[in-house]
């Protein structure tokens, strides 16, 4: 059975709640795994997205910061999260579909604007919360998981406008591309977004300071889709739907799709 799971930094989903439900009622993804919610899980709206068939919520979530949630219109369980690096925040959400497949959301920290681990604690925090990934990841390779989310990093030169000035800039830093490939080696995670799309500039996210983001076209990929190899081989069909960035009131971030045979 084919199933298309969506990723989607929303930057608030009460306040682009109408994009959201366009989303869903345009494209139709089976999952969509969205961050930064920045609401508490009561307070998500979750009546409408229920109209279109989404029934099925599972999401952490703190007031005005971080937050995860799962919509899917497929039966799907929870599994425990992680506390990462024991703060307590909600970066982190996961769900189990009826054939056993895991999906975990992950919202990483933007690690602030200075790549300094001893100026900016922010950065400190990313790359520790990156390694813990990176150890977590050496288990969840023995299960069939697709990995999903905002992870804040930018890995490949044509993962961003500019590879030789963004060397300096948080999110494609040497020691973050570092520690982000060792993540991904550690649980053998497939980048199924780039096995798709093996070649050319390819972004998700666009700075709001940009006067005309789609003119200037400064993009980086930051929002990526990986999956364990027997997962990964069944993959298809990946996509990023940049003209979400455009939308009334939209998020800085695209929505990046793929499907899976499962």
């Not at 992680?82 to 975990?104: F, P, Q, T």
């Not at 900016?120 to 990176?134: A, G, Q, S, Y």
């Not at 520690?179 to 093996?198: H, L, M, N, S, Y």
Request: hydrophobic share 40%; with cysteine; net charge negative.
């Amino acid at each position: 059975m084919p199933v298309t799971i969506c990723t989607w930094n929303i930057n608030s989903v009460r306040l682009r709640e109408p994009i959201v439900l366009k989303l869903l009622e345009e494209e139709g993804p089976d999952v969509l795994c969205l961050q930064e919610t920045k609401s508490p899980v009561d307070k998500i709206p979750t009546e409408n997205f229920a109209a279109l068939g989404y029934e099925t919520l599972i999401a952490r979530g703190e007031k005005g910061y971080n937050g995860v949630a799962i919509l899917s219109r497929l039966p799907m369980t929870e599994v425990p999260h992680v506390d990462w690096c024991g703060k307590g925040d909600a970066r982190h959400v996961s769900a189990k579909l009826a054939n056993g497949v895991e999906i975990h959301n992950f919202y990483i920290p933007a690690g602030g604007d200075v790549p300094d681990v001893e100026a900016n604690p922010k950065f400190e925090h990313k790359l520790r919360f990156v390694d813990e990934v990176r150890d977590w990841g050496v288990g969840a390779k023995t299960r069939d998981a697709i990995l999903v989310g905002d992870l804040n990093i930018a890995p490949r030169e044509d993962d961003v406008w500019s590879h030789k000035q963004l060397l300096k800039v948080v999110s494609h830093t040497p020691i973050e591309v570092d520690k982000f490939t060792a993540a991904q080696e550690a649980g053998d995670w497939v980048d199924v977004t780039r096995a798709d799309i093996p070649e050319g500039k390819l972004y998700s996210w666009w700075s709001y300071r940009a006067k005309d983001w789609a003119a200037a076209d400064k993009g980086r990929r930051l929002d990526h889709v990986w999956a364990t190899p027997d997962v990964a081989k069944r993959a298809s069909g990946s996509r990023v739907l940049k003209d979400a960035r455009g939308w009334n009131q939209p998020s800085d971030h695209a929505p990046v799709f793929a499907t899976f045979d499962l």
